[in-house]
């Protein structure tokens, strides 16, 4: 699960963009008589017909159109539930899941007592083809076996839910009616309206994978149940490789289907609320790689029509914006620039919105790529700093999460590039007048990586005032180094951050109490965020 050297790879093919390695590889598949198919139609979807790769905005792909007899509706299963919320949690949430094969009339019904269901609502269906010549199974297939898998994602959007209120859901399909299955009932709940209390918790982590790891920090999520989780980047890890290179990458489709079983005891329940890792730009469909993300997932996608886990949305007192740092990465450059500057305007006119909103306490941004970290693993983005941070700065983000990096690192809280003020564990920060904290948190179970200065945590802190080299990659691919004093907490482990957001009262204001917790419940840092 490590990324690949960049040096295995040719210059020449590196410096294309993802656009056009996916022609390429289209082109290339093309010559070797794969059929290519249009869209199918909801229709055709229902008698077994097959969606193109990358849904609606897809460029034609490697796809086979599949009828295939139809299998009882009885004998398939629903598995792999998970939802996430629009951008109004207090009344929207999607119901995600898979279906082994296709079937007629999915739906979900829902009730606020159990077993007391609505009349079905139906879902949309998603079906994503991936052919087995272009991928490398990490199972042994046999070899009577088809030459394409199929995946059928399902998604219901929910809208005009009651505030603050468990919900009960179950989802089917004609000839598998749940609903008398209490086994198989999950729950989910809507977040109170904007301008409660604003006491709540969310979690987050990035680079989980798949294996026993993944799963002690998925049953962490549980034991902690937050109001949501914040899962960014490198989620399953189906591609091996850097990703974006679809001719060279390694690619195992079904992984994906492990991911969604194994973390499905949580995900049915709380909601997973995505950022794009470079793992997630699958080059075989779409030129900007998102078409299984597209097809698997469904984020509120607000910041333009068309834009793919770019979004922003609030909970309670708190604004959260997901940003696609592949967009400015210069360390895996495969859709670097590919918004066109979109993403930039965007961002900063969200930013200016959040912080002229008086019901508005935190701004908490979210994505992969590390503006700021000292592991060399993936190193810290430039691209980054260049053109995110300013922004940062000068709307006063109080918290930038992401992952990449497979470690815990928090920095102290940083302004125009330097550290402003040291803030060992279980220290405060005001981000009005220190600037903002930056967190690396790719402990989700995939693998760990390495630093090059000691681990200093809370409990086991080491000298820390020497100078630490961050890894960077310029706009060229060429690495280097640079030494930094913001450095402040660094773990080796498994691990994921919880941060609890707790009231003002009439005479303190409100704050954010974060945490690292290691996969085996152990605090690792700990920080008061509050603004003055």
Same mark, same amino acid.
């Given at each position: 699960m490590?990324?690949?050297p960049?040096?295995?790879?040719s210059q020449?093919?590196? #410096?294309l963009?993802?656009a056009?390695?996916?022609?390429?590889?289209?082109?290339?598949?093309?010559r070797r008589?794969?059929?290519?198919?249009?869209?199918?139609s909801?229709?055709?979807?229902?008698?077994?017909g097959?969606?193109l790769?990358?849904?609606?905005?897809?460029?034609? &792909?490697p796809?086979v159109l599949?009828?295939?007899?139809?299998?009882?509706?009885?004998?398939?299963?629903? $598995?792999? #539930?998970?939802?996430?919320y629009?951008?109004?949690p207090?009344q929207?949430?999607?119901?995600?899941w898979q279906?082994p094969a296709?079937?007629?009339?999915?739906?979900?019904?829902?009730?606020?007592v159990?077993?007391?269901?609505?009349?079905?609502? +139906? !879902?949309?269906?998603?079906a994503?083809?991936?052919?087995?010549?272009?991928q490398?199974?990490?199972?042994e297939v046999?070899?009577n076996?088809?030459k394409?898998? =199929?995946?059928?994602?399902?998604?219901a959007?929910?809208d005009?839910?009651l +505030?603050?209120t468990?919900?009960?859901?179950?989802?089917?399909?004609?000839?598998?009616? +749940?609903?008398?299955?209490?086994?198989?009932? !999950?729950?989910?709940?809507?977040?109170?309206a904007?301008g409660?209390?604003?006491? $709540?918790?969310?979690? !987050?982590?990035?680079d989980?994978?798949?294996?026993?790891?993944?799963?002690?920090?998925s049953?962490?999520?549980?034991?902690?149940?937050? !109001?949501?989780h914040l899962?960014?980047?490198?989620l399953?890890y189906?591609?091996e490789?850097?990703?974006?290179h679809?001719?060279?990458d390694?690619?195992d489709?079904r992984?994906? @289907?492990?991911? $969604?079983?194994?973390?499905?005891p949580v995900t049915a329940?709380?909601?997973?609320?995505?950022a794009?890792?470079n793992?997630?730009?699958e080059g075989?469909?779409?030129?900007?790689?998102?078409?299984?993300?597209?097809?698997?997932?469904t984020?509120?996608?607000n910041?333009?029509?068309?834009?793919?886990?770019i979004y922003?949305? #609030?909970?309670?007192?708190? &604004?959260l914006?997901?940003?696609d740092?592949?967009?400015?990465c210069?360390?895996s450059?495969?859709?670097l620039?590919y =918004?066109k500057?979109?993403q930039? =305007?965007?961002l900063g006119?969200t930013l200016?919105?959040?912080?002229?909103?008086?019901t508005i306490?935190f701004i908490v941004v979210y994505?992969?790529?590390c503006?700021?970290?000292?592991?060399?693993?993936? &190193?810290?983005e430039? &691209?980054?700093q260049?053109?995110?941070?300013p922004l940062f700065d000068?709307?006063?983000v109080?918290?930038?999460?992401?992952?990449?990096n497979h470690?815990?690192?928090?920095?102290?809280?940083?302004?125009?590039?330097?550290?402003?003020k040291?803030?060992?564990?279980?220290?405060?920060?005001d981000p009005?007048k220190?600037?903002?904290t930056?967190i690396?948190?790719?402990?989700?179970?995939g693998?760990?990586s390495?630093?090059?200065a000691?681990?200093?945590?809370?409990?086991h802190?080491?000298?820390? @005032?020497t100078?630490?080299?961050?890894?960077?990659s310029?706009r060229?691919g060429?690495?280097r180094?640079?030494k930094?004093?913001?450095s #402040?907490v660094r773990?080796?482990?498994?691990s994921?951050?919880?941060v609890?957001?707790i009231?003002g009262?009439?005479t303190?204001p409100p704050?954010?109490?974060v945490r690292?917790i290691?996969a085996?419940g152990?605090?690792?840092?700990?920080?008061?965020?509050?603004?003055?």
């Amino acid at each position: 699960m490590a990324e690949t050297p960049r040096n295995s790879r040719s210059q020449a093919y590196r #410096r294309l963009s993802l656009a056009e390695k996916h022609d390429k590889f289209v082109n290339r598949y093309s010559r070797r008589t794969l059929f290519r198919v249009g869209a199918v139609s909801g229709a055709a979807l229902a008698a077994g017909g097959v969606l193109l790769p990358g849904s609606a905005a897809a460029s034609p &792909g490697p796809t086979v159109l599949l009828n295939a007899d139809k299998v009882a509706g009885s004998a398939l299963r629903p $598995f792999g #539930r998970h939802i996430a919320y629009g951008a109004d949690p207090s009344q929207q949430v999607v119901v995600s899941w898979q279906v082994p094969a296709a079937v007629t009339a999915p739906f979900v019904r829902i009730g606020t007592v159990p077993g007391d269901f609505s009349p079905p609502i +139906p !879902a949309e269906v998603r079906a994503l083809t991936s052919q087995m010549s272009w991928q490398h199974p990490v199972e042994e297939v046999p070899p009577n076996s088809p030459k394409s898998i =199929t995946q059928y994602y399902l998604h219901a959007r929910i809208d005009r839910l009651l +505030p603050n209120t468990t919900y009960y859901y179950v989802v089917g399909h004609e000839g598998y009616d +749940p609903a008398a299955r209490l086994g198989e009932m !999950a729950s989910f709940r809507t977040a109170p309206a904007p301008g409660g209390d604003g006491t $709540f918790s969310f979690t !987050a982590f990035g680079d989980q994978g798949v294996g026993y790891n993944a799963v002690a920090t998925s049953s962490l999520i549980a034991g902690l149940d937050p !109001a949501f989780h914040l899962a960014m980047g490198d989620l399953s890890y189906a591609l091996e490789g850097e990703g974006g290179h679809p001719e060279e990458d390694k690619y195992d489709a079904r992984l994906w @289907d492990s991911f $969604f079983v194994q973390n499905e005891p949580v995900t049915a329940g709380i909601p997973w609320m995505m950022a794009l890792g470079n793992h997630e730009m699958e080059g075989w469909y779409s030129a900007d790689g998102y078409g299984g993300v597209r097809a698997r997932f469904t984020m509120p996608d607000n910041a333009w029509n068309g834009s793919t886990c770019i979004y922003s949305w #609030r909970y309670q007192n708190v &604004g959260l914006i997901s940003l696609d740092g592949n967009d400015v990465c210069y360390n895996s450059p495969s859709n670097l620039d590919y =918004t066109k500057g979109k993403q930039l =305007t965007w961002l900063g006119r969200t930013l200016a919105a959040f912080r002229a909103d008086p019901t508005i306490d935190f701004i908490v941004v979210y994505c992969h790529q590390c503006t700021y970290s000292t592991c060399h693993s993936n &190193g810290a983005e430039l &691209g980054a700093q260049k053109d995110w941070a300013p922004l940062f700065d000068k709307y006063q983000v109080d918290l930038v999460l992401n992952g990449h990096n497979h470690i815990y690192e928090r920095t102290d809280p940083i302004r125009a590039g330097k550290a402003v003020k040291k803030v060992p564990s279980r220290g405060t920060t005001d981000p009005v007048k220190d600037g903002t904290t930056y967190i690396t948190a790719g402990g989700g179970g995939g693998s760990v990586s390495e630093f090059p200065a000691p681990d200093t945590y809370l409990g086991h802190e080491t000298a820390n @005032d020497t100078p630490v080299p961050m890894k960077y990659s310029e706009r060229d691919g060429q690495d280097r180094t640079k030494k930094v004093t913001w450095s #402040r907490v660094r773990f080796r482990g498994y691990s994921l951050v919880s941060v609890g957001v707790i009231a003002g009262t009439g005479t303190t204001p409100p704050k954010m109490d974060v945490r690292a917790i290691s996969a085996d419940g152990t605090l690792v840092d700990q920080i008061i965020v509050q603004r003055s």
